[in-house]
């Protein structure tokens, strides 16, 4: 029974799911092989159709679901924006100071002296900014607003002087003028940006200044027209005035456009689409018709290439689709550039590169000739031929864009008439801390297009021979050059590179090999340094580092003098003014320019070049470098809409 029993208890084999008739070593190997095979590979059954469209049918329902939800969170949080934003503020009795309502009068001219703003008694902030050193900018632009940016809050009391209440991203002002991107992309409101300072605005133009007695006479209007003038006091005075585009004596450029402001951009817009549409009724004749498609751009830089890149692009993509295509087949862009080649101030290859990408455009590049004179519906230029004699043509057309070259602004030139050994043409001499030759140290600088740093050394010829004659014996001997080529890079800091071989330059100029420089000697070795050292172009680049440098120097300045005067320290403006910050000294960061649907980079040494790519570089470039995030999202809206739905075509 015991027996009986644990039989039938045994545990019973596992079973593998796989049952043999025979035993495995029976089998074929490579069968054997081949049924594990076909059992493990066989794949898997497929869902039920009924089965895969619900499963998408949930997750277009999550993404829906999701979407609806981030819309009413994004609603929400305006709605809440708005309660907060939008509610009642009351304000009565607001303190103003007597003088800024009836200013006395003084000065040369016996005018009305701005000596409180409307707002200087509004809270006890702005009373202790009363009391802060008067700092006064001139000008909206790239150095002024880089200025700005860089001041220290509660080191001045500012007050921007500029004649637009706005200051404009000016590099996309060819996008502008034919409706790529919308002039309101372009602006921010000055009072907003020295909002930051508390700062106050005066919309008028500076037309004189009286450094004798620090003040800065404003010309103002009302909104009738009639002109007021005032003086304002100032302590210390930034000049960032900028520049005005140079005639080279052709006559009739009243006749032209330029391109530098805002309403030169809307004027533009409104001549091309002018233009389009006369060209496009059945009355206008062939020869009228084309003339007025016919563009004529003078000068090759790199707002003249922008603009006929611009204007191609919106002739391809704008008109071709909503205009009747004779048009398109009419128009003809003209650019005129007096060198050898468009985009000159750039790398060989880049010139090289816009060129041919321009004759695949159909664009008509005119190099080496000069623009003699320009009529209501004519262009008259010479061109310089092959064999070397000159021909005269001309170039029907009823649009003309001058953009050829810079001059001075007025009250640039008004600074120059007041101040000796101002010889400069085109600017207002500097020195390395861009303080303002001949005026009183420490008091005006000027920063941007209106202003060029001195190239020449031979002025400080005595100062260097006083500094490095040690032995007081006339003559300079290598030791003593070592020490004058210090001194001359702490006055001319782009003179660094020219004078690096000190040793080669030393011996080059002893011609009587006495191991020594003679006065005569080192007037020529100065003479020729000075020719050779390049002035700094006028870009947007150089007025804002240049606008940085002077904003963060007079902020280190204001934070200094109470520590001088608290220690019984005075030393002389020049003194504080050097000990505080070094030289100004640029780095070039490049340059880009769009030629359409294209763009191209110079970075020095290295060059690039390409087409969507390179053009969506380009826009990132401008996109960071746009004033504000107000018009960085208009600008990333305005890209979208033209790349959706194309440029506006209405004229406004």
């Not at 006065?519 to 240049?546: M, R, S, W, Y």
């Not at 004033?627 to 600008?635: D, E, Q």
Request: hydrophobic share 40%; proline share 6%.
């Amino acid at each position: 029974m015991q027996a009986i029993a644990r039989e039938r208890i045994r545990p019973k084999p596992l079973r593998t799911g796989l049952t043999f008739s025979h035993p495995i070593s029976k089998f074929p190997t490579g069968s054997c092989r081949r049924a594990f095979a076909s059992e493990s590979t066989s794949p898997p059954p497929k869902k039920p159709l009924y089965r895969r469209a619900l499963t998408g049918v949930k997750w277009t329902g999550y993404i829906l679901a999701s979407s609806v939800l981030g819309m009413g969170v994004v609603t929400a949080s305006i709605f809440v924006h708005d309660a907060f934003t939008y509610s009642d503020r009351h304000i009565d009795r607001v303190p103003v100071n007597p003088l800024a309502l009836h200013p006395v009068k003084g000065g040369p001219k016996n005018l009305p002296v701005v000596k409180a703003q409307m707002d200087d008694e509004e809270d006890e902030a702005a009373r202790k900014l009363a009391k802060k050193p008067r700092l006064v900018i001139i000008g909206g632009g790239w150095g002024a607003v880089a200025a700005l940016d860089a001041l220290h809050p509660g080191d001045y009391h500012v007050t921007v002087v500029t004649s637009e209440t706005f200051t404009t991203f000016t590099p996309l002002l060819p996008s502008a003028a034919v409706g790529t991107v919308q002039v309101r992309s372009l602006i921010e409101p000055v009072r907003k940006i020295i909002a930051r300072l508390r700062g106050h605005f005066i919309n008028g133009k500076a037309v004189d200044v009286c450094m004798h007695e620090k003040l800065l006479e404003v010309e103002t209007a009302d909104t009738d027209g009639n002109k007021a003038n005032v003086y304002l006091p100032y302590d210390k005075l930034v000049i960032a005035v900028g520049s005005v585009s140079s005639t080279h004596g052709v006559p009739g450029l009243e006749h032209c456009f330029q391109l530098k402001t805002i309403a030169d951009a809307q004027a533009i817009r409104r001549r091309v689409m002018d233009n389009f549409e006369v060209a496009s009724l059945p009355t206008t004749t062939p020869e009228e018709r084309k003339r007025l498609l016919s563009f004529v751009i003078c000068g090759g830089g790199p707002t003249g290439v922008e603009t006929a890149a611009e204007i191609f692009d919106f002739c391809q993509e704008d008109i071709f689709n909503y205009y009747p295509k004779v048009c398109r087949e009419e128009v003809s862009i003209h650019v005129i550039q007096s060198r050898g080649h468009i985009l000159n101030t750039y790398s060989e290859a880049i010139s090289n590169y816009a060129e041919d990408k321009f004759r695949r455009d159909g664009v008509n590049l005119i190099t080496n000739a000069r623009v003699a004179g320009v009529t209501p519906d004519t262009v008259i230029y010479t061109v310089r031929l092959p064999d070397g004699t000159t021909e005269q043509r001309s170039i029907p057309t009823n649009f003309t864009l001058w953009s050829t070259g810079i001059a001075m602004n007025p009250f640039a030139h008004r600074v120059t008439e007041l101040l000796p050994n101002q010889v400069h043409r085109k600017a207002i001499e500097v020195d390395a801390h861009l303080r303002v030759k001949g005026a009183p140290l420490g008091t005006i600088y000027a920063v941007g297009d209106c202003a060029t740093i001195e190239t020449s050394i031979i002025p400080h010829f005595m100062d260097l021979v006083n500094e490095a004659d040690k032995n007081k014996d006339g003559k300079i001997d290598f030791g003593e050059w070592e020490v004058m080529v210090d001194s001359i890079k702490k006055k001319i800091p782009m003179a660094e590179d020219h004078v690096s071989k000190v040793r080669e330059l030393f011996e080059l100029y002893d011609t009587d090999a006495d191991n020594s420089l003679t006065l005569n000697e080192l007037v020529k070795l100065l003479e020729d340094l000075g020719n050779k050292i390049t002035a700094l172009p006028a870009t947007a680049q150089v007025a804002a580092q240049q606008g940085k440098y002077i904003g963060k120097k007079l902020s280190k300045l204001a934070r200094q003098q109470p520590i001088l005067e608290a220690n019984d320290l005075s030393p002389s403006a020049q003194a504080l003014d050097e000990v505080v910050s070094k030289p100004f000294k640029y780095f070039h960061l490049g340059s880009l320019a769009y030629i359409g649907n294209a763009a191209v980079f110079d970075l020095g040494k290295f060059s690039f070049m390409g087409g969507l790519a390179a053009m969506y570089a380009w826009r990132s470039v401008y996109w960071s470098e746009s004033v504000s995030m107000r018009t960085r999202a208009l600008l990333m809206i305005d890209w979208v809409v033209r790349g959706i739905w194309g440029r506006d075509l209405s004229r406004l």
